[in-house]
């Protein structure tokens, strides 16, 4: 009989790529995790993982059982949560996930809102980047993730469950003495020439949307610096290194020296969604978690379009 706690650390030795990354993820001793390990490994009756002096790399072997981890440990999460729910919202616990923006904007909102409504129900949140989140969710690790599509894509692996949330505009960010900061709108073809600072292709949706919108315009753009943080960029885009995009959600905090202005009717659009594991049990308190989070992204677009009618 396999182990369920050694699954999960086996999980995160393939998730961090080494036994000391892991077991700083876990809060465990490096050697407790070696030990867990070779425990699994006899229960397996294989080699699960392969150590080089770098780290380690799972076998044919680890990878089957790693893929097989991810479900069972969901599926414990969700008998759980089903049992918590039995009191319906009177308790139980919610874990939700959410990407940096959505953590300063919407959840802050929607988390009070549900802990007011439902104050026996324990709510915990952690911030992920929406790779991560989605990770957590598939891993048993949350109920809830707060993540974000391209508007072009639609996730379509029947694992999981999309509910949409809002559409997120982006807009430019300009150094305060620009040419062009003096203008209301700007059109994606009037930056060509621009140097532009832009988060790592690959790793990061909101890029992968911008670059999109770019060649639907007719150019590539010429990426000065890869930055993932907006903080960042926007002191580069002081700095008069470039110009950037960024999406509504993370005009919480914008310096005093830039200026941003709109695409326009149609600018590139990432989609904020709420995920679930599909064919999960949908407790009362899960469900009234994603009633929440409809409620706050509709008032948040409301107040978006009443601030555009008025400039």
Not at 302 to 309: I, K, S
Request: charged share 25%; net charge negative; glycine share 6%.
């Amino acid at each position: 009989m396999l182990d369920v706690r050694r699954l999960r650390i086996l999980r995160e030795v393939a998730a961090q790529g080494s036994f000391s990354a892991a077991a700083d993820a876990l809060s465990y001793t490096q050697s407790a995790v070696s030990q867990q390990i070779a425990a699994l490994e006899r229960e397996a009756g294989s080699q699960l993982v392969e150590r080089a002096a770098r780290g380690v790399t799972l076998t044919d072997a680890g990878r089957a059982l790693v893929t097989h981890a991810d479900a069972i440990l969901a599926r414990l999460a969700d008998a759980e949560e089903e049992l918590h729910a039995i009191a319906g919202l009177r308790g139980g616990r919610l874990r939700l996930a959410a990407f940096p923006s959505a953590c300063a904007t919407l959840m802050p909102l929607a988390v009070a809102r549900f802990r007011e409504r439902h104050p026996g129900v324990e709510l915990t949140l952690s911030p992920a980047e929406p790779d991560d989140g989605v990770r957590l969710l598939r891993g048993g690790d949350c109920d809830v993730a707060v993540s974000i599509e391209a508007e072009f894509t639609t996730r379509n692996d029947g694992e999981l469950d999309t509910v949409v949330l809002l559409d997120d505009p982006m807009y430019i960010m300009l150094p305060r003495d620009h040419p062009m900061a003096t203008r209301a709108r700007i059109k994606l073809t009037d930056l060509v020439d621009e140097p532009w600072m832009i988060g790592t292709a690959g790793t990061c949706a909101d890029t992968s949307i911008f670059l999109r919108a770019c060649t639907v315009a007719g150019f590539e753009p010429n990426i000065a610096f890869n930055l993932d943080d907006y903080n960042a960029i926007q002191g580069f885009v002081a700095a008069g290194m470039g110009v950037s995009f960024i999406p509504d959600l993370a005009l919480i905090n914008v310096r005093d020296d830039i200026v941003v202005r709109s695409l326009g009717g149609r600018p590139p659009v990432r989609r904020i969604v709420a995920l679930t594991l599909a064919d999960s049990f949908r407790s009362p308190a899960k469900q009234a978690m994603l009633d929440v989070l409809l409620e706050v992204s509709a008032e948040f677009g409301a107040r978006r379009t009443e601030l555009a009618l008025a400039s």
